[in-house]
């Protein structure tokens, strides 16, 4: 769970452990449990098609999808724990949420992230940089 300053915020649809509790207004089930993120406790992340974020001491700071089939929710985590690169470096824990349709639930959160906070979480908001950036380099 979190460390330091943390406060526990409960809700009647979830719990959620955050740095401060305006981070804290995004619902789901996705907010109901944060694991370390360590390689061991990627083992109880599901083989399984859905949704994620990651954490950095209590702030969310990304949402991730996994789509299906070879790309599982466990998998994806690992390729960020591998990757340890650009912003989701600082991340130390995790939760996931299963999804029949990933993008749309990812896309449902990161929409509720922003009516909330006026922005995304901070390393979604880096990787749309980096990306407009590529594709600009490459035109």
């Given at each position: ?28 089930a ?10 061991a ?94 594709s600009?380099?490459?035109?």
């Amino acid at each position: 769970m979190a460390t330091g300053a943390s406060v526990v915020v409960r809700r009647q649809d979830c719990s959620v452990i955050c740095a401060r509790p305006d981070f804290c207004s995004v619902r789901g089930a996705i907010h109901k449990k944060l694991w370390s993120f360590s390689s061991a406790m990627l083992e109880f992340a599901p083989q399984g098609a859905g949704v994620y974020a990651l954490w950095s001491e209590g702030e969310l700071i990304y949402y991730g999808r996994a789509e299906g089939g070879s790309e599982t929710i466990r998998s994806r985590l690992r390729e960020h724990l591998r990757a340890g690169r650009n912003c989701v470096r600082n991340a130390t824990h995790y939760s996931w949420e299963l999804a029949r349709r990933p993008a749309a639930r990812e896309s449902d959160l990161l929409s509720e992230f922003w009516t909330a906070r006026g922005r995304f979480p901070r390393c979604n908001e880096a990787e749309t940089i980096e990306a407009a950036a590529r594709s600009a380099a490459a035109t």
